[in-house]
């Protein structure tokens, strides 16, 4: 059983340039959250998609914005990109109801240069 | 608002020893889960127990325990008989449950070292 997978990896892109990262849930699971996690700090919340809609939001400009597709699978666009955008952006995926934990993917490591 | 605050901004440890991270947080919400987390250099984060606000007993998973003082809103994971494969970042996290909402707050973490 594949846990929740992350593409790419890594990923350098140019100041105002546009990124979409790619993230498919561990099977069974309905609801995808997205976390950026600056360097020495504990991740934060970007938002997260059930039902291919965004239903909570964290502090982040709309350059963040993202989609959920009907296979549960999600992706995370960010536009004019600026250079404290560098981070690793995470993953995480878990049912809809109940008090069962998230399983994040291994993250995406964005440079901004 | 919900805030997480992990104070031990790095422990050392031998191995074969036990050791305590802590974590300590607030929330207004009646019911609420505590998660901790491992992230090794590899980056992904890796579940290691959960303690619901309304759970009696501690939680335990193998060799990890979660110490729940519910009044003293703290939250301390340990671990007994460390392993080298232990050295890693530790993160204490939280949401509210009986929401739709599972947006999780952490901690800015703790890095354990361990040593032989």
């Given at each position: 059983d594949a846990g929740v997978t992350q593409s790419p990896t890594h990923l350098i892109k140019t100041r105002g340039q546009q990124v979409t990262l790619r993230c498919s849930p561990k099977s069974g699971h309905d609801t995808v959250s997205w976390y950026q996690q600056a360097l020495g700090?504990?991740?934060?919340?970007?938002?997260?998609?059930?039902?291919?809609?965004?239903?909570?939001?964290?502090?982040?400009?709309?350059?963040?914005?993202?989609?959920?597709?009907?296979?549960?699978?999600?992706?995370?666009?960010?536009?004019?990109?600026?250079?404290?955008?560098?981070?690793?952006?995470?993953?995480?995926?878990?049912?809809?109801?109940?008090?069962?934990?998230?399983?994040?993917?291994?993250?995406?490591?964005?440079?901004?240069? | 608002a919900q805030k997480i605050t992990q104070t031990q901004p790095g422990m050392f440890v031998q191995e074969k020893e036990a050791v305590t991270l802590d974590c300590t947080y607030d929330t207004s919400d009646q019911s609420y889960g505590l998660f901790w987390y491992k992230q090794p250099s590899?980056?992904?984060?890796?579940?290691?127990?959960?303690?619901?606000?309304?759970?009696?007993?501690?939680?335990?998973?193998?060799?990890?325990?979660?110490?729940?003082?519910?009044?003293?809103?703290?939250?301390?994971?340990?671990?007994?008989?460390?392993?080298?494969?232990?050295?890693?970042?530790?993160?204490?996290?939280?949401?509210?449950?009986?929401?739709?909402f599972q947006k999780l707050v952490f901690g800015t973490g703790t890095r354990l070292l361990v040593s032989p």
């Amino acid at each position: 059983d594949a846990g929740v997978t992350q593409s790419p990896t890594h990923l350098i892109k140019t100041r105002g340039q546009q990124v979409t990262l790619r993230c498919s849930p561990k099977s069974g699971h309905d609801t995808v959250s997205w976390y950026q996690q600056a360097l020495g700090q504990g991740p934060q919340f970007i938002f997260q998609y059930y039902e291919e809609e965004e239903r909570q939001r964290g502090n982040f400009p709309d350059r963040f914005s993202g989609h959920q597709f009907p296979n549960y699978s999600s992706e995370l666009n960010v536009n004019a990109l600026l250079l404290g955008d560098s981070a690793l952006y995470l993953c995480a995926s878990s049912y809809s109801t109940g008090t069962t934990e998230a399983f994040f993917g291994q993250g995406t490591r964005l440079t901004v240069v | 608002a919900q805030k997480i605050t992990q104070t031990q901004p790095g422990m050392f440890v031998q191995e074969k020893e036990a050791v305590t991270l802590d974590c300590t947080y607030d929330t207004s919400d009646q019911s609420y889960g505590l998660f901790w987390y491992k992230q090794p250099s590899s980056g992904e984060m890796i579940f290691l127990i959960y303690q619901g606000s309304y759970d009696e007993q501690n939680a335990t998973e193998g060799r990890y325990s979660l110490n729940f003082q519910k009044a003293r809103k703290s939250a301390n994971l340990v671990i007994s008989a460390s392993q080298l494969g232990d050295s890693a970042m530790y993160f204490c996290a939280m949401r509210p449950l009986n929401t739709g909402f599972q947006k999780l707050v952490f901690g800015t973490g703790t890095r354990l070292l361990v040593s032989p």
